[in-house]
């Protein structure tokens, strides 16, 4: 499996998917977690239906240095491109983290 990922998508992707299912998807020497957890917050803001990811996650990004004025704007960005809908429940869920702290 790991020399099908490999050779389809490349090296970096077939080492992040792998340790994403350990817990390792956090490391990397090109990506500090301030611009993980943008990714992450967005990345998860466009699926819908997973509330209560983006609730740690965002209380985690706090953590990792990003600033509420970035997750709104990011939460902002991913209304014109996955759409109202899943944005503004993605901001729900935001704005619930924020509230409990």
């Known amino acids: 499996v790991e020399a099908y990922f490999i050779n389809t998508y490349g090296k970096e992707f077939a080492e992040e998917a792998f340790q994403a299912t350990g817990g390792g ?42 600033t509420v004025h970035e997750i709104q704007s990011a939460m902002a960005l991913v209304a014109n491109y996955a759409g109202f809908a899943r944005a503004s429940v993605a901001m729900e869920a935001v704005n619930a983290a924020l509230a409990e702290g």
């Open 25 to 66: 998807a956090w490391e990397s020497n090109h990506l500090d977690l301030r611009v993980r957890s943008l990714i992450v917050l967005t990345s998860l803001a466009t699926l819908g239906g997973v509330e209560s990811r983006i609730r740690n996650h965002t209380k985690w990004a706090l953590r990792h240095g990003v």
